[in-house]
């Protein structure tokens, strides 16, 4: 009997296959846009598009993984009991960067609303669409998945911030959407990029502490949904996010509680 052969790099065939189907889903959320279909429809192709890493690490399960069962893989990234105390801890740092940049961009705005949302129907709305359009769709394939494979060889650390650069550069389309050229293109790309990868090593202590994939959702979640509530200049808010960020990732690094992010991690 033959037995499937198992992929070698796993992670980088999946990194690759996630590119691969992004693309193309991508392009045609641009051209709906252009074409000037409904807000509703882009909206929802947007969200499948950002399940392309879900998608491809399906498509690959049965290589890397072989005889396992898919479902099965995914039941076993919700089955640790979550802990307040994590959820609490992760949710009061981001309100707390997030009352700090509108501190700053109210300080410093003449606009009239410091607020991108006027209504509880529109705020319910945004919720859930960045819920769908990112957290629930990545997730699983870059966390749930090449996160933890990468933690079979390296620490922690060093895992989230080599997933955490090709999880920023898997946002690279996306870059040339926001209108800045020149100079402020660079600094996107670097605040952007210095953002990402602060936000990936907080994901990955969080979820070290509780083995439970709810965690970098709810993360991940609150960071695209607080981002888009403030009405202020992009690149200002990414600055504003790349530094608060970066600021909690090195003090979560410096105390490593529990070894979560380099040492005898399960």
Request: charged share 10%; with cysteine; net charge positive.
């Amino acid at each position: 009997m033959n037995r499937e052969k198992k992929l070698k790099k796993p992670v980088a065939s999946f990194i690759l296959l996630t590119n691969i189907i992004f693309l193309p889903l991508f392009f045609l959320v641009g051209a709906a846009h252009m074409l000037g279909f409904p807000t509703w429809v882009v909206d929802v192709m947007f969200c499948i598009t950002a399940w392309s890493s879900t998608i491809a690490f399906a498509v690959l399960f049965k290589k890397i993984y072989p005889g396992q069962s898919f479902i099965q893989f995914v039941k076993e990234k919700f089955k640790h009991k979550l802990k307040f105390s994590v959820i609490f801890t992760a949710i009061t740092i981001q309100a707390l960067i997030f009352l700090l940049i509108l501190f700053i961009v109210s300080n410093n705005s003449e606009v009239d609303s410091i607020f991108t949302v006027s209504s509880w129907g529109m705020l319910i709305y945004f919720f859930f669409k960045n819920l769908l359009s990112g957290p629930l769709g990545e997730e699983l394939g870059w966390r749930g998945f090449a996160q933890i494979e990468l933690q079979k060889k390296h620490s922690p650390l060093k895992a989230s911030i080599i997933i955490g650069f090709w999880w920023g550069i898997w946002h690279l389309p996306i870059w040339f959407t926001t209108g800045l050229a020149g100079i402020d293109f660079i600094k996107y790309i670097l605040f952007f990029m210095i953002a990402i990868m602060s936000t990936k090593i907080v994901m990955t202590a969080f979820y070290n502490l509780n083995q439970n994939l709810i965690i970098p959702i709810i993360i991940h979640q609150f960071f695209n949904f607080f981002i888009g509530l403030i009405n202020g200049n992009l690149l200002d808010l990414i600055m504003y996010n790349a530094i608060f960020y970066l600021v909690i990732a090195v003090v979560i690094i410096i105390i490593n509680p529990k070894k979560v992010l380099y040492g005898n991690v399960r």
